[in-house]
């Protein structure tokens, strides 16, 4: 098959192809804006099993930890070194909202800005991807 031929259609087949058992999952809206799942799930070509994998090892507690503590210590540069990490995490995941607060924490941090007032809206945003992810895993259980 040529390259010309294989239109962005049969890419998105190929990559159904691929799905745990080859569904599409069940509608979960009620888990936004906490968590994308169609979005995290295209960053898996839709294999609901891998994800839910990777949703249950979600390193935020341990990365939001070492945030906080750096915004403690006064140490700029690891705060803004591990809100990129988080960030990063949160978008290959589909956690918009933990993810938007951990870029507004990097940005300021990088330009030497106050973050300490971020950690509420980090605990909070943290909170809600912790129990997004708990339910989607426990919906995916059964």
Known sequence: M????????KLKAAAGDFAAGGTQPADHAALL????????????MNNMKLYCRLLAKFPGPEIA??????????????TAQSAHALKG?????????????SRHIEMRAKEAQATADLLPALEQA?????????????SEED
């Open 2 to 9: 040529s390259f010309y031929k294989w239109t962005p259609n």
């Open 33 to 44: 804006p906490a968590l994308d799942v169609a979005d995290g799930l295209g960053r898996v």
């Open 65 to 78: 930890h070492e945030i906080s503590a750096a915004i403690q210590a006064g140490d700029q540069s690891k």
């Open 89 to 101: 995490v949160c978008a290959n995941l589909g956690l918009g909202e933990l993810k938007n607060v």
């Open 126 to 138: 943290l909170t809600a991807a912790a129990t997004a992810i708990e339910s989607l895993l426990a």
